[in-house]
């Protein structure tokens, strides 16, 4: 037998070998069972859950920056999927752009542990420069804000007259 001859029959030898290793293991692993028995225990995992985080992240320029706390909102690897949020939160960047206390519609996430509403929610995880833009992005907020404000006031002066005449 020449050297070929013997390396060639060694690499089939060894082939041999790990497939022989592999089909043992395959053998020896447990059969897998279900986790999920009933259609229930399924459904109670795909329903939202509202999250009650104790605490929120504090949204300022320097959390906000590019290399600050909230960077990984920019990670889209991350799961930013989001959850109800618990009663009494703020839109973090309603407050952090200019004051404006938003309850309404609220989402959470649970990577960034921060309350947005669903109008800041993709603008939130999408800008890098939020602290570059502030200032626009608190006017187009400031004028969203205002307007729904204003919708409210007159409904709630429709409804005092309507309880008025009754």
Not at 8 to 34: N, S
Not at 80 to 105: F, I, Q
Not at 106 to 124: A, G, I, K, Q
Request: proline share 4%; glycine share 2%; hydrophobic share 30%.
């Amino acid at each position: 037998m020449n050297r070929i001859d013997m390396l060639w029959h060694l690499l089939l030898l060894l082939i041999l070998y790990v497939v022989d290793q592999h089909q043992r293991r395959e053998v020896r692993k447990k059969p897998r069972h279900l986790l999920f028995t009933s259609p229930e225990a399924v459904s109670a995992l795909t329903t939202p859950t509202v999250c009650k985080p104790s605490t929120s992240a504090t949204v300022s320029d320097l959390s906000l920056h590019v290399n600050g706390k909230l960077n990984c909102r920019l990670n889209c690897t991350l799961d930013h999927l989001p959850r109800p949020a618990d009663d009494n939160r703020r839109c973090a960047l309603h407050m952090w752009s200019g004051k404006m206390r938003v309850e309404s519609s609220l989402l959470y996430c649970n990577t960034c542990t921060v309350t947005l509403c669903s109008e800041c929610y993709r603008t939130f995880h999408v800008e890098a420069d939020l602290v570059e833009k502030k200032q626009e992005i608190e006017k187009k907020l400031r004028r969203a804000y205002n307007k729904n404000r204003e919708g409210r006031n007159m409904n709630d002066e429709t409804n005092r007259k309507n309880q008025k005449k009754t």
